[in-house]
């Protein structure tokens, strides 16, 4: 028998949660300090008029506090009526786990790290192992104190995501919006958008084509290749060009890139890198906003757009990617296919 488990990384280290118990994954907000908490509990949002005590493992596990990144996730997991949040560097998949692939440790209590029974086993797939999480351990040790702690103001002072000022602005924003009922579905004739920050200018790229966001990790350089094609990164066995957008769109690059925007059309996967990531916003044809002072008129771009108060232009993926600007070679006497640098749609994941 197999049961579908959620993987992800933290801190290196890859963890499987049994999927019936997540409830949703969200990114990272502004987080409210909770009084009494565990001291693996690192701080709360307010999602929707519900509290979410998030725990890091690190600190379960007797590592420094984590950092916390624009990128990070929350898995918000429901055990036995109670809600609570997993700080997460990466949400990874969601694959069946056999039973009998699982070794179960909650009887080893004497292996190092593993004195408290926080780790049920260890799941193998192929050469990857992961760590299988005992959420109702966790419960115990972190969510039973914060289940009765007041729902905190949307906006409230950071508990640990302070930074940078639009860094710290992005948490907040976040926060601001989760605190918010649920959404109305969105109007005929509206889009939704991954806010990307590219140098400063804010753009966005069409939801439906975006598989995934990872960190910008272990990129190859490509020989023979325009300057814009930063390499190839390995992305679970897959091949994965990592362009710069900026050379293409014709701006300078001053800021560093730390993300990468995994984009699918039709067979062809490609990963945008970009300094960084901020929300998904839904915006209509009617919110088309005035240019501000500043060129929008760029290669590949249109609008501009506004939504939630922001003003962006929208990249034309699919333009972009029929132009063949982005494929990994540079001259005609060379295959200029996608080079097995396939990653998962969103229906893969489920």
Same mark, same amino acid.
């Given at each position: 028998m197999a049961d @579908?488990?959620?993987?992800?990384?933290?801190?290196?280290?890859?963890? #499987?949660?049994?999927?019936?118990?997540?409830?949703?994954?969200?990114?990272?907000?502004?987080?409210? #300090?909770?009084?009494?908490?565990? =001291? &693996?509990?690192?701080?709360?949002?307010?999602?929707?008029?519900?509290?979410i005590s998030v725990i890091d493992l690190a600190l379960c596990f007797g590592q420094g506090r984590s950092d916390l990144h624009i990128g990070d996730a929350v898995v918000v997991v429901a055990v036995d009526g109670e809600h609570f949040g997993i700080l997460a560097n990466e949400v990874l998949d969601a694959t069946a786990i056999a039973s009998g692939d699982i070794e179960d440790l909650r009887d080893h209590h004497g292996l190092p790290g593993n004195a408290a029974p926080l780790v049920s086993g260890v799941a193998m797939s192929g050469a990857d192992l992961a760590m299988v999480l005992d959420t109702r351990a966790l419960l115990a040790d972190a969510a039973a104190r914060a289940a009765a702690t007041t729902v905190p103001p949307a906006g409230a002072a950071a508990g640990g995501t302070g930074g940078?000022?639009?860094?710290?602005? $992005?948490?907040? #924003?976040?926060?601001?919006?989760?605190?918010?009922?649920?959404?109305?579905?969105a109007a005929a004739g509206s889009a939704r958008f991954v806010l990307i920050g590219l140098d400063g200018g804010l753009f966005g790229v069409?939801?439906?084509?975006?598989?995934?966001?990872? &960190? @910008?990790?272990?990129?190859?350089?490509?020989?023979?290749?325009? #300057?814009?094609?930063? +390499?190839?990164?390995n992305l679970r066995c897959d091949v994965l060009t990592v362009v710069d957008l900026r050379p293409v769109l014709g701006l300078p690059a001053r800021q560093p890139l730390a993300e990468v925007v995994v984009v699918r059309v039709g067979e062809l996967a490609v990963g945008?890198?970009?300094s960084e990531v901020h929300d998904v916003v839904t915006a209509g044809a009617s919110?088309?906003?005035?240019?501000? $002072?500043?060129?929008?008129?760029l290669p590949f771009c249109r609008g501009p757009m506004r939504a939630d108060g922001?003003?962006?232009?929208?990249?034309?993926?699919?333009?972009?990617?029929?132009?063949?600007?982005?494929?990994?070679?540079? +001259? =005609?006497?060379?295959? $200029? $296919?996608?080079s097995g640098n396939a990653a998962p749609d969103a229906g893969d994941q489920q």
């Amino acid at each position: 028998m197999a049961d @579908l488990h959620l993987l992800f990384l933290h801190r290196g280290v890859r963890y #499987a949660l049994d999927a019936a118990l997540v409830q949703e994954l969200v990114w990272l907000p502004e987080l409210s #300090a909770v009084a009494e908490a565990s =001291p &693996h509990v690192i701080g709360a949002f307010n999602l929707r008029g519900q509290v979410i005590s998030v725990i890091d493992l690190a600190l379960c596990f007797g590592q420094g506090r984590s950092d916390l990144h624009i990128g990070d996730a929350v898995v918000v997991v429901a055990v036995d009526g109670e809600h609570f949040g997993i700080l997460a560097n990466e949400v990874l998949d969601a694959t069946a786990i056999a039973s009998g692939d699982i070794e179960d440790l909650r009887d080893h209590h004497g292996l190092p790290g593993n004195a408290a029974p926080l780790v049920s086993g260890v799941a193998m797939s192929g050469a990857d192992l992961a760590m299988v999480l005992d959420t109702r351990a966790l419960l115990a040790d972190a969510a039973a104190r914060a289940a009765a702690t007041t729902v905190p103001p949307a906006g409230a002072a950071a508990g640990g995501t302070g930074g940078q000022d639009a860094v710290a602005e $992005t948490f907040r #924003a976040r926060a601001d919006r989760m605190a918010c009922p649920q959404e109305a579905p969105a109007a005929a004739g509206s889009a939704r958008f991954v806010l990307i920050g590219l140098d400063g200018g804010l753009f966005g790229v069409p939801a439906g084509v975006v598989c995934e966001i990872v &960190h @910008l990790l272990g990129v190859r350089p490509v020989p023979c290749c325009p #300057a814009h094609i930063l +390499g190839s990164m390995n992305l679970r066995c897959d091949v994965l060009t990592v362009v710069d957008l900026r050379p293409v769109l014709g701006l300078p690059a001053r800021q560093p890139l730390a993300e990468v925007v995994v984009v699918r059309v039709g067979e062809l996967a490609v990963g945008l890198a970009v300094s960084e990531v901020h929300d998904v916003v839904t915006a209509g044809a009617s919110e088309s906003a005035v240019p501000p $002072t500043g060129d929008y008129d760029l290669p590949f771009c249109r609008g501009p757009m506004r939504a939630d108060g922001r003003i962006f232009s929208i990249i034309d993926i699919e333009a972009m990617l029929a132009s063949r600007v982005l494929h990994v070679a540079d +001259g =005609p006497d060379r295959d $200029t $296919t996608e080079s097995g640098n396939a990653a998962p749609d969103a229906g893969d994941q489920q």
